[in-house]
Nanobody, 123 residues
């Protein structure tokens, strides 16, 4: 099993920056893909970004490309999402997710999820 805990969410003004962290514990060696998703009330969970542990391949949603950067530190079992030039439409609960396979942007493919951290961007 893998446990994930997100942190770093808070209220920030538009144009500002935040860095979200995801601390993994348990059988972290099994994680091949780490992803970030976000969700607002009444809407489906939305893919934001992912990174693979083999090759460090990254993928971004078009809505965040050029503004967000995903990274991971395998030695520390940590994942990060650096968010710059934040917009009010980035407001959401952000979730860290992990899977033991190389996977993509479908949230249903991820086996492990954190509890989420709230990001609020004021205009």
């Amino acid at each position: 099993q893998v446990q994930l805990v997100e942190s770093g969410g808070r209220l920030v003004q538009a144009g500002g920056s935040l860095r979200l962290s995801c601390a993994a514990s348990g059988r972290t060696s099994r994680i091949l893909t780490m992803g970030w998703f976000r969700q607002v009330p009444g809407k489906e969970r939305e893919f934001v970004s992912l990174i693979t542990s083999i090759g460090g391949r990254t993928v971004y949603a078009d809505s965040v490309k050029g503004r967000f950067t995903i990274s991971r530190d395998n030695a520390k079992a940590m994942g990060y999402l650096q968010m710059n030039s934040l917009k009010p439409e980035d407001t959401a609960v952000y979730y860290c997710a992990a899977d033991s396979e190389i996977t993509g942007s479908n949230p249903l493919a991820y086996d492990y999820w954190g509890q989420g951290t709230q990001v609020t961007v004021s205009s």
